[in-house]
């Protein structure tokens, strides 16, 4: 028996006899290999550049109300149950297991053993199992990649079984359709058939990471990460679409990770090897470090459009989805950290996509409000993100900045944040990257240059001799002035052509928020509720 993270499991558990029963396994193949079995396989072809570029089907995205958790001994009273963490037996799983070991027969299989989790102390080492040859370049471009000598001594701690061709009955395996994403805590393994999108193995994994870490009082957290140059790190939290990876693809700081990171004992480490990049309208002039990450041999795109002659990818193109991406070595990206670690931060940056237009594009954060509006994790979902969203921009609350990953009560992770902010004195910030002007369709998104500016005051103290003025609307105290960013838009008000349309589509968002607060009252301080946003009397 071995124990992780208070939970004690037989060592062997974790591992299916998928071997005995497929026509081959390919073991830890190489970037080359992966691409050459791709194309020979008709899963994917080359661009102009040489990236590898596929297709992932019916499935644009993720698939959220597919995506099931053991409930056993291991999770029954850990877990917060609900439409996002649902339940799955333990008899389900066993014939989900089944299911699987009948759907390798005479497979040609492919194995990576990689590592999640950039902190020795806190990682965990996964072995990915994948059907696609694609897939499998996607696990290692996302995961930790160990060396050879590291790979001969590794026992995987979990294992990721992905079979796209193996599909589900509800009426036998306890799903909702046919395609399943299932975590066994107790057998440590991911079960993933019926899609193609290769996220859903990512993400598994950091689910698993969110549950375990808080067991040792270490913050599992949906950011992205950099350090400048004299050692100062930012996180950057926020869904999809938000700018996590753009925002932190600074030329001027070090990548430490744009997605997935904890934060331990040691400052914050990176979950990851990789980066996911959201591909849409991806240009070199805007998104330079990530283009050119996107644009060689390596890396991997999603549902990107070839120009069928000259094999050029089209960004623009979103015939087949909005949720266009690049999957790549984050040793792609120019001064990343190599270690993926960093000291603790010394700004919490929350980033959100405010549909309405009325929230101001900057403010700064006390702790109260930090763990408001860190459970809150108001947004607008991008279309193609999620199946079932439509073209537009969905206003919604996903606390945590990512709910559908977070298995624990959103309470446990807020105070982790509250006890790790305060230990260390990291400033908080609210940097609205949605719209100006009016709502969605009306207004404009705010311009991409005067983010930057505004990230670029937070990182290098540009508010240390500027004053700070109260919204009136929610509550914030926003900067009278930001370097480089024209002064009407610090205050969204002014930038509509109405006031009174203002007005009232700021006291719907508020009605909103604090409605949204309600469920979270009573397991927070009342100091945390009374710092949110409210409608005006």
Known sequence: MMTHKGITIPKSANTLPLAAVARDVHWNLGRSDL??????????????????????????????????TVRDEQTETKIDWGSVNQPLSAEAYDKLEALMLAGARDQTLFVQDLRAGADDALRINVRVVTQYAWHNLFAQNMFIRPSADEREAMTPDWTV???????????????????????????????????????????????????????????PMHCSANVGPAGDVALFFGLSGTGKTTLSADPERALIGDDEHGWGPKGVFNFEGGCYAKAINLTAKAEPEIYAASNQFGALLENVILDPVTGEPDYTDVSLTENTRSSYPIDFIPGHVKSGQGSNPRAVIMLTADAYGVLPPLAKLTTDQAMYHFLSGYTAKVAGTERGLGSEPQATFSTCFGAPFMPRHPS?????????????????????????????????????NATRAMIRAILSGGFKDIGFIRDSYFGLMVPEACPSVQADLLTPSTTWAKLSEYEATADTLAKRFADNFLQFAKHVPASVAESGIRPRV
Do not use: M
């Not at 009426?171 to 440590?188: C, E, L, P, Q």
């Not at 509250?418 to 207004?443: I, M």
């Open 161 to 219: 079984i992905d079979l796209p061709s193996v599909q589900a009955d509800p009426a036998i395996h306890g799903t909702n359709s046919k395609t399943f994403i299932v975590v066994n805590f107790s057998k440590r393994t991911v079960l993933i058939g019926g899609t193609e999108y290769a996220g859903e193995i990512k993400k598994s994994i950091f689910g698993v990471l969110n549950f375990l870490l808080p067991e040792t009082g270490d913050l």
């Open 35 to 68: 691409v050459e079995w791709s194309i020979k396989a008709g899963e994917g072809q080359l661009s102009a550049q040489g990236a590898l570029v596929a297709k992932t089907g019916e499935f644009t995205g993720r698939s959220p109300k597919d995506k099931f």
């Open 412 to 448: 446990e992770y807020a105070a982790l944040l509250r006890e790790k902010v305060e230990a260390t004195g990291a400033e908080c910030w609210l940097v609205n990257t949605g719209w100006t002007g009016g709502t969605f369709g009306v207004g404009s998104r705010i311009p991409l």
